[in-house]
C-alpha cells in the first residue's frame, strides 16, 4: 500500500487516509463535459471489480446543457460551473437543468478551476490568457495578465500550498511550471513535454498527476520533480487524454477526447508508471472533460457532527490535522473528542475545530463559508504553547471567545449552512 505524503488542501497538514483500500469492487459516478452535440453535460458510473480485472461504464445520462461546455467542476454549493468555450463561464443548478452566465472577462474559458478557498473559478484558453470568475457573487470575470516564462496558459491545479500550470494546445507537447496567482509570474519547470495539458491533485499521494496524448506524468510539489510517468501508447484505442480526476484512493479517471475514460489503479505502489491496473472503456462521443472527485472543485456532500466522526473514525478523509500551529494524529484526534468539556472552552472548541476540518476535507456542501471562522480558530489556538487542551475556563474571556467560535463551527457541522442536506442532521453527542 501507497505511504500517502503531507497535502495542503484548505487544512495545513493533513495525510490522505487509506482505509478501505482493500475493497476490490466499487463503483463511482463521474460528472463529464462533451465538446459538442446535444446534451453536453452528463453523468456516467464505472464499475470496477479488482477480481476480475474489469472497468466498464453505464450508459450516459443527460444532466444539463449550455451553450458551450468545456472545462467542468463543482463549486462549494454543489453547482456545476462550466467553460462555455468562449467568453462565457456557465453556473447549472444541480441537479437541474437551469444555468446562469457571465463573462470571463474578455478571455476564452475552456478550463475551469476552483480556488482553495473556494471563492472564485480560474479559467483560461486553450492556450489563452488567465481569468478569475467570482463566485459570491457569481458574477462577470476579470483578465489576469501573467509575465515569466509563459504569459499563457491552460490549467491550474493546487497541491503542495502552491500553485501550478499547464501550457499547451490540446494535443499536449506543453510546458508545465509553478505560477504565482498573487502576482501573475509564472516559472516553468518543463518545456515542450508530451505529457502537459490537464492535471489534477491525486489525494491519495498529494502529488500532482500531468497528462495529454497517451502520457500520464507524476509530478511531487515538494521536490518538484517527475517520480513517475505511465505511457499508454500499448493500448488498442487511440488516446489523447485532456481533463481527469483522481477518487483519493488511488485511481484516476482520465477523459480521453476520442471517447474514452482512463481509468488507473495504482492503489499498490502509490506509482502511476507501475499500476494495477490500466484500463479505457469507451463513454461517449465528443467526451471532453471530467470534474474533479476529490480536492478543490469535487463534488460536495452533507456536513457531519463531530459525534459522527468520534464514532466513525474509518471514513476519516485525512489522517492527521493542523490545530492552531500543531500537528496531531488521528489517534490523538480522536482521543481530544472523546475527552469531558468539564468547561474547558478550549477543547469544546477543539471537537468542533477538529469537525470542520474534516467536513471541509470531504467538501461539505458550503465549506468556504466557514473557513473564516476556522482561521480565527487556528489563531486563537496558536496563541498558546504547548499541546490541547489548554483548560481555558468558559467564563473567562478568551474562553468567551473560543465558545462563540465553537458555536459557528458546530452551525456549520450540523448542516445549518447546507440548505441542500434536508434530512435532519445528527446532534454534537459531547459538549
Not at 502537459?196 to 498527476?209: E, K, N, S
Not at 499498490?268 to 480536492?295: E, Y
Request: aromatic share 10%; proline share 6%.
Amino acid at each position: 500500500m501507497a505511504t500517502a505524503r503531507i497535502l495542503t488542501h484548505v487544512l495545513a497538514a493533513a495525510v490522505v487516509s487509506t482505509a478501505g483500500l482493500s475493497a476490490q469492487v466499487f463503483t463511482k459516478t463521474l460528472t463529464f463535459s462533451r465538446f459538442a452535440d446535444f446534451p453536453n453535460i452528463k453523468e456516467v458510473t464505472l464499475t470496477y471489480d479488482a477480481t476480475l480485472g474489469t472497468a466498464t461504464l453505464s450508459t450516459p445520462t443527460w444532466i444539463a446543457h449550455t451553450p458551450g461546455a468545456d472545462g467542468v467542476t463543482f463549486a462549494p454549493d454543489g453547482d456545476l460551473i462550466v467553460g462555455g468555450q468562449g467568453n462565457a463561464v456557465y453556473k447549472v443548478d444541480y441537479p437541474g437543468f437551469t444555468y446562469t452566465g457571465v463573462t470571463a472577462g474578455g478571455v476564452n474559458s475552456f478550463h475551469v478551476m476552483l480556488d482553495p478557498r473556494g471563492d472564485r473559478i480560474w479559467t483560461a484558453g486553450n492556450l489563452g490568457e488567465l481569468a478569475s470568475v467570482p463566485l459570491n457573487p457569481f458574477a462577470n470575470g476579470t483578465p489576469r495578465p501573467l509575465t515569466g516564462d509563459d504569459q499563457l496558459v491552460t490549467h491550474v491545479v493546487f497541491a503542495g500550498g502552491q500553485a501550478w500550470y499547464t501550457a499547451s494546445l490540446p494535443t499536449g507537447n506543453g510546458n508545465f511550471g509553478r505560477i504565482d496567482l498573487a502576482t501573475g509570474v509564472t516559472t516553468r519547470l518543463f518545456s515542450d513535454v508530451r505529457w502537459a495539458h490537464g492535471a489534477c491533485l491525486d489525494c491519495y499521494t498529494g502529488d500532482v498527476m500531468v497528462f495529454a496524448n497517451d502520457r500520464v506524468a507524476q509530478f511531487d510539489p515538494t521536490t518538484q520533480t517527475i517520480v513517475s510517468e505511465l505511457d499508454l501508447s500499448s493500448l488498442s484505442m487511440l488516446i489523447n487524454m485532456d481533463q481527469g480526476t483522481s477518487d483519493g484512493l488511488g485511481h484516476l479517471y482520465i477523459a480521453s477526447n476520442t471517447g474514452y475514460i482512463v481509468f488507473v489503479d495504482f492503489t499498490i505502489t502509490g506509482q502511476v508508471g507501475t499500476p494495477n491496473f490500466v484500463d479505457a472503456p469507451f463513454c461517449d462521443a465528443f467526451l471532453d472533460d471530467i470534474a474533479p472527485d476529490c480536492g478543490p472543485g469535487g463534488r460536495p456532500v452533507c456536513p457531519h457532527s463531530q459525534g459522527y466522526w468520534k464514532t466513525h473514525g474509518v471514513r476519516w478523509p485525512v489522517d492527521s490535522l493542523q490545530l492552531g500551529c500543531q500537528g496531531y494524529t488521528k489517534a490523538e484526534c480522536l482521543a481530544l473528542i472523546a475527552m469531558p468539556v468539564r468547561g474547558d472552552a478550549s477543547l469544546a472548541l477543539v471537537k468542533q475545530l477538529i469537525a470542520a476540518k474534516l467536513n471541509v476535507a470531504s467538501n461539505a456542501y458550503e465549506w468556504s463559508s466557514i473557513l473564516p471562522a476556522i482561521d480565527q480558530a487556528d489563531a486563537l489556538l496558536c496563541s498558546f504553547v504547548g499541546r490541547l487542551p489548554f483548560g481555558v475556563s468558559s467564563s473567562s474571556a478568551t474562553g468567551r471567545v473560543m465558545t462563540r467560535l465553537g458555536q459557528q463551527l458546530e452551525s456549520f457541522n450540523l448542516g445549518a449552512m447546507s440548505p441542500q442536506c434536508r434530512s435532519a442532521p445528527s446532534i454534537s453527542t459531547d459538549r
